[in-house]
């Protein structure tokens, strides 16, 4: 699997917000089912917190895609 980057400003973001920009999902109301119901891996390991603090370095998956957040 290839890994692909978002680039975000500040110190974090959050899950939801990260599914979001990165158009894994294309609403808030989305990501918030696919990651409770457990869809979503961080850090390969599966994480049903839909506010869940991302920082620079983490990695998410969903739907075959692998992000990585990276902090400008």
Same mark, same amino acid.
């Given at each position: 699997?290839?890994?692909?980057?978002?680039?975000?400003? #500040? *110190?974090?973001?959050?899950?939801?917000?990260?599914?979001?920009? &990165? =158009?894994? !999902?294309?609403?808030?109301?989305?990501? $918030? /089912?696919?990651?409770?119901?457990?869809?979503?891996?961080?850090? #390969? *390991?599966?994480?049903?917190?839909?506010?869940?603090?991302?920082? &620079? =370095?983490? !990695?998410?998956?969903?739907?075959?895609? $692998? /992000?990585?957040?990276?902090?400008?």
């Amino acid at each position: 699997m290839s890994k692909e980057v978002i680039k975000i400003e #500040g *110190e974090f973001i959050r899950l939801q917000d990260a599914l979001k920009l &990165s =158009g894994l !999902c294309m609403t808030g109301g989305h990501a $918030k /089912i696919v990651v409770q119901n457990g869809e979503v891996k961080v850090n #390969g *390991e599966i994480c049903e917190m839909r506010g869940k603090k991302l920082r &620079s =370095g983490d !990695c998410f998956e969903y739907d075959g895609r $692998k /992000i990585e957040v990276l902090m400008v």
